[in-house]
């Protein structure tokens, strides 16, 4: 006759089922991490001079990252989060309509044409062609390989401890 016994049988079990929960609170905090580090590459490289340059920084001032953890999953996400409506114009490129610009402070625009200082009631401009900027995208290549280890470390640290 041949007999087991196994002891610990319910604390492996106990520590099995707890596994999920928390592997994915690893997880979490890691891509909040990463996500942030993201945030703060396309700020300070891509939208600092890399791919464009600020003049008012609301773009750089619209970058956020948040990161959302269900049943499903985790997802995060970095991009736009303001005001700045050429923010995917400048990322995918696009083209503008022709369109009437207004006074909005005055009573007149104000502009340099020709060497000259001039004044309008209204301008009639033409539309744009904006081609393809890609701050985020190009940010989110660079770091993709270190993101996926990151991850994945963080994943084998708690697989290792179980």
Do not use: C, W
């Amino acid at each position: 006759m041949f007999a087991v016994e196994l002891n610990g049988l319910n604390e492996t079990s106990a520590r099995l089922d707890g596994l999920p929960a928390i592997l994915a609170a690893a997880l979490t905090a890691k891509a909040r991490e990463l996500a942030a580090a993201l945030a703060d590459r396309v700020k300070t490289d891509k939208l600092a001079g890399g791919v464009l340059s600020a003049r008012s920084g609301a773009l750089q001032a619209s970058i956020g990252a948040s990161v959302t953890a269900d049943g499903d999953g985790i997802v995060a996400s970095v991009g736009s989060t303001g005001d700045a409506k050429y923010a995917a114009i400048q990322e995918y490129g696009g083209t503008t309509a022709a369109h009437e610009i207004l006074p909005v402070k005055a009573r007149a625009l104000a502009f340099i044409a020709g060497g000259a200082l001039r004044f309008a009631h209204k301008v009639q401009h033409p539309g744009s062609v904006i081609p393809e900027r890609p701050y985020l995208r190009s940010a989110l290549e660079e770091m993709g390989d270190e993101i996926k280890a990151e991850l994945a470390n963080a994943a084998s640290e708690i697989l290792g401890r179980a």
